[in-house]
Antibody
Framework: QLQLQESGPGLVKPSETLSLTCTVSGVSITSSSYYWGWIRQPPGKGLEWIGNIYYTGSTFYYPSLRSRVTISLDTSKNQFSLKLSSVTAADTAVYYC??????????????WGQGTMVSVSS | QSALTQPASVSGSPGQSITISCTGTRSDVGGYNYVSWYQHHPGKAPKLMIYEVSNRPSGVSNRFSGSKSGNTASLTISGLQAEDEADYYCTSYSSSTHVVFGGGTKVTVL
């Protein structure tokens, strides 16, 4: 069964780097049919797209986050990861990983992880 | 993020139909047929309800339908049920930001 599961620290200090991993089961992340993405939801706010990655390693990021975001693949573990540097309290959110069902446009996420809460605090 | 514009809340009685709007620009909603809709119950993962304006993924009830006119997309829920009470988000491919989400609409079943 296709599943995605986020993992990583639930607490990160300001100015440090947030690191999360999404473990995918039931489908290979090297499939050319999909992109893989990260989305977040700050407390009390709406969903925000962070970025997508393709099996080739090509990445696409939301412009306002581009300078701080890196999404990468680990094909040996069927995982993809998110790194967000220089975090502030504004980065406190539930972070979701998801599969984007297309390879020719982005935004149709059909399979989601359960989400993981990350708080930024000293 | 510069979000697509959705009403903050929409409500209806069981059995009624409601429509949620999602307004963007020619750079996103109006320029592409790549609008998706998500249902999000708090504490759970969002669920894709509609993609490419009007297509339903397998397993999604046909009570949910999508459409688009100009820069505004719409999600209609017919035969409203208690389990439909949730937050709904639209999203679109965007030529400037790749992906843009709407601000979300809280649907209340009276």
């Amino acid at each position: 069964q296709l599943q995605l599961q986020e993992s990583g620290p639930g607490l990160v200090k300001p100015s440090e780097t947030l690191s999360l991993t999404c473990t995918v089961s039931g489908v290979s992340i090297t499939s050319s049919s999909y992109y893989w993405g990260w989305i977040r939801q700050p407390p009390g706010k709406g969903l925000e797209w962070i970025g997508n990655i393709y099996y080739t390693g090509s990445t696409f990021y939301y412009p306002s986050l581009r300078s701080r975001v890196t999404i990468s693949l680990d094909t040996s573990k069927n995982q993809f990861s998110l790194k967000l540097s220089s975090v502030t309290a504004a980065d406190t959110a539930v972070y979701y990983c998801a599969r984007d069902r297309n390879s020719w446009y982005w935004g149709a996420f059909d399979i989601w992880g359960q989400g993981t809460m990350v708080s930024v605090s000293s | 993020q510069s979000a697509l514009t959705q009403p903050a809340s929409v409500s209806g009685s069981p059995g009624q139909s409601i429509t949620i709007s999602c307004t963007g620009t020619r750079s996103d909603v109006g320029g592409y047929n790549y609008v998706s809709w998500y249902q999000h119950h708090p504490g759970k993962a969002p669920k894709l309800m509609i993609y490419e304006v009007s297509n339903r993924p397998s397993g999604v009830s046909n009570r949910f339908s999508g459409s688009k006119s100009g820069n505004t997309a719409s999600l209609t829920i017919s035969g409203l049920q208690a389990e439909d009470e949730a937050d709904y988000y639209c999203t679109s491919y965007s030529s400037s930001t790749h992906v843009v989400f709407g601000g979300g609409t809280k649907v209340t079943v009276l």
